[in-house]
C-alpha cells in the first residue's frame, strides 16, 4: 500500500503516515475523511477553533466542544472554524443540554460532518435529526450493552472512553473498556480515548480492534491552543499521579467523579462538603439545598483555569497522560511524534 503523505498548513514538510498504519485505521479514515485517525477530545474552553482546526489541517479531526454554548455562539464557532480550515472537523454536544436539538440544528445547518453525543442516552429526535440533516453520529459508550444499544438507535460509531482521561470519567479503565467492547462491536467503527498520548499505545488498540483513537490531554500544550500560559505550564510540571478523581465525601451526596490536577481548589472542595455536610445534619440545610452548594462549587473554575490562568483555585482538568507531555509544541510536531513511535513499533517486528 502506498504511503499516505499529510500537508499541514502549519509547516511545509509533510507527515507520512506509516504504510502497517495506514491499513490498521483504514476505516476510521474512510468515516472520519482524514489520514491521521486521532480525534482531538472535546475539552471545553480549550476545544475552539484555533485547536480544533489546526489538529484537522495538520491531518487529523478536530472537535469542537460545544459545552454549555448558546446556539448562536456555536453557530459562530463553527463559522470561525471553517474560515480556518477546509478539512473535516465535528462538533460535540452533550446531550443534557436543555437546547439540544437547537444545536443540533445548527451543526446541520452549517453541514458539519460528524456530530458527537455525549453525557447520557441521546434523545431519539437528536438522533433523528443527525440523521436526516445528512451528518454522521457518534455516541460515547461506557459498557458493551449501551454501545449495542446506541447502535441500534442509529450510532455511525462508537467512542469508549476509559477512566485515565481528563474531565468527567466513568469508573472503568480504558483497556478493560477495550477488552469488553471492541470483540464485541464489529459493525460501525469504534474508537478508543483515555489515557493514549504515545503511537505504540495507538497500534496496540488497532490491532484490537479499534478503528481509531481520540486524545485530549496531549494537545493541551499545542502552541495553537489558546489555554492559559499558567495553565500549559501545570501540564508540563505534572506527572500522572497528580491527575486524580474527586472524591465524594458522604453518599448522601453525590459528586460526579472529575479527573484534574490536585490543587488547592481541590482542598478546597473537600472542606466544601464537610462545612455542607454539617449544616445539613445540623439541620440548617435541606437535602437539595445541600446538594445545590456542592455542585455549584465549581461553576466557572474551568474557565478560570483554562482562560484566566487561576490554576491553584481553577479547576485544571487533565487526564492521566498528562506526564506524558512535557513541552509545548505545534500540532503538527505531535502528530509527527506519533506517527514515528508507531513506525517504530513496525520496524521492531522486522528486524530479525
Do not use: Y
Not at 468515516?31 to 475539552?43: D, E, K, S
Not at 436539538?101 to 453525557?119: W, Y
Request: aromatic share 6%; with cysteine; charged share 20%.
Amino acid at each position: 500500500m502506498a504511503e499516505a503523505a499529510v500537508q499541514s498548513k502549519v509547516t511545509t514538510a509533510p507527515l507520512t503516515v506509516p504504510p502497517e498504519l495506514a491499513r490498521l485505521w483504514k476505516r476510521g479514515a474512510d468515516f472520519l475523511g482524514c489520514p491521521i485517525v486521532i480525534m482531538g477530545g472535546a475539552m471545553t474552553w480549550v476545544s475552539e477553533r484555533n485547536l480544533v482546526s489546526a489538529i484537522s489541517n495538520a491531518g487529523g479531526f478536530g472537535v469542537i466542544a460545544c459545552g454549555s454554548m448558546t446556539p448562536a455562539l456555536l453557530d459562530a464557532e463553527i463559522k470561525a472554524t471553517q474560515k480556518l480550515t477546509s478539512k473535516p472537523f465535528g462538533v460535540n454536544l452533550i446531550t443534557l443540554h436543555p437546547m439540544l436539538l437547537d444545536l443540533v440544528d445548527v451543526c446541520i445547518a452549517n453541514k458539519v460532518s460528524h456530530v458527537v453525543l455525549a453525557g447520557g442516552i441521546p434523545p431519539a429526535e437528536a438522533i433523528k435529526r443527525v440523521k436526516e440533516g445528512g451528518a454522521k453520529l457518534m455516541c460515547f459508550a461506557p459498557a458493551l450493552v449501551l454501545a449495542k444499544r446506541f447502535i441500534k438507535l442509529g450510532a455511525d460509531a462508537i467512542v469508549i472512553e476509559g477512566s485515565e482521561a481528563g474531565g468527567h470519567i466513568g469508573p472503568v479503565s480504558t483497556a478493560v473498556l477495550a477488552q469488553e467492547i471492541l470483540p464485541g462491536v464489529r459493525d460501525v467503527p469504534v474508537f478508543v480515548a483515555g489515557g493514549i498520548a504515545r503511537g505504540d499505545a495507538v497500534v496496540s488498540f488497532l490491532e484490537m480492534g479499534a478503528s481509531g483513537v481520540q486524545m485530549g490531554t496531549r494537545f493541551v500544550c499545542a502552541v495553537e491552543c489558546v489555554a492559559h500560559p499558567n495553565f500549559k505550564k501545570a501540564f508540563i510540571r505534572a506527572s500522572a499521579r497528580d491527575a486524580m478523581p474527586s472524591v465524594q465525601l458522604d453518599k448522601r451526596f453525590p459528586v460526579i467523579p472529575v479527573r484534574a490536577l490536585v490543587n488547592k481548589g481541590v482542598e478546597n472542595f473537600m472542606d466544601k462538603q464537610r462545612e455542607v455536610i454539617a449544616k445539613f445534619d445540623a439541620g440548617e440545610l435541606d437535602a437539595a439545598a445541600a446538594q445545590l452548594e456542592i455542585e455549584h462549587f465549581w461553576a466557572g473554575a474551568l474557565r478560570r483555569a483554562v482562560i484566566d490562568g487561576d490554576v491553584e483555585h481553577g479547576s485544571v482538568m487533565a487526564g492521566q497522560s498528562v506526564g506524558l507531555v512535557t513541552k509545548e509544541q505545534p500540532v503538527i510536531e505531535i502528530f509527527a511524534e506519533i506517527l514515528e513511535q508507531a513506525a517504530s513499533v513496525f520496524q521492531a517486528r522486522s528486524r530479525p
